[in-house]
């Protein structure tokens, strides 16, 4: 895994397009052009979706353009092969908006890496629909707003989490066991930037309960699942997953809290994945340069 700490500024250019003869050319051939030094380069080809995958990493001050140029002068490469692409600066930390409810472990996590330096972002506020975690955010001087989620007030709910996304700029949002199913039109409206951390190896064991639906199936390994969160219930694109080795012995509530550590590393891993541009969506599925 490659640190995000780094000191050293660095465009990254990630893109998706149909597959076909001569991309790797002409982005390396537009890179050289501009003096771009590569220090980081992968590709793929997916012959099911033929469709071509690339991230590219950039040392900034290698190149003769700033980035709007290069943005721009990039979109004329881009157009013909019809890419989907963007390129990020390493000098604007992306900005992470927390959805917790009352478990603690992943919230507790994020916030000691961000804390520590280990995730470097800015986290503009968390949102939660009980009060129990606005004394340790707060104290983290985070703003904390407090949306309740009852059946009546779900559309008036999901449209405050809306505003509060937008208006605190946001590039990610991120269910740190947010228990609240968000609604279709706001996952529609952000495909891409909204992230879960599901209790379930998917898509084994969808919804809720799933240690519980795991001891009665008497299952020998358990894990967690960080996907995009979609209008269908823990369908998303899956970005990491990891497991554990369970036995007879382990009743529920162990399995819940041995659980609970590989919910926050699987978390952890998949955000990190994402704020470094290393996730591209696939349809359903995911191209995930480690």
Known sequence: MHAMTTTTRRYTLSLSCPDRVGIVAAVSDFLATHSGWITEASH???????????????LADSLTLDIDTLRAEFAK???????????????????????????????????????????????????????????????????????????????????????????????????ARYMQILSPGLCDKFPGQIINIHHSFLPSFVGAKPYHQAFKRGVKLIGATCHYVTSDLDEGPIIEQDVIRIDHSDVPEELVRSGKDVEKAVLARGLRYHLEDRVLIDGNKTVVFR
Request: charged residues 25%.
């Open 44 to 58: 793929h080809a997916d012959t099911e979706s033929q469709r071509f995958f690339m991230r590219q990493e950039l």
């Open 77 to 175: 490469i881009a157009a013909p092969f019809d890419m989907k692409w963007r390129i990020s600066d390493s000098a604007r930390k992306k900005r992470v908006v927390i959805l917790v409810s009352k478990q603690e472990h992943c919230l507790y996590d994020l916030l000691g890496r961000w804390q520590s330096g280990e995730l470097d972002i800015d986290i503009p506020c968390v949102i939660s629909n009980h009060e129990t975690f606005r004394g340790l955010v707060e104290w983290h001087g985070i703003p904390f707003h407090h949306v309740p989620v009852t059946p009546d007030t779900k559309a008036a709910a999901y449209a405050k989490v809306e505003q509060l996304y937008v208006e605190a700029e946001a590039d990610v949002m991120v269910l």
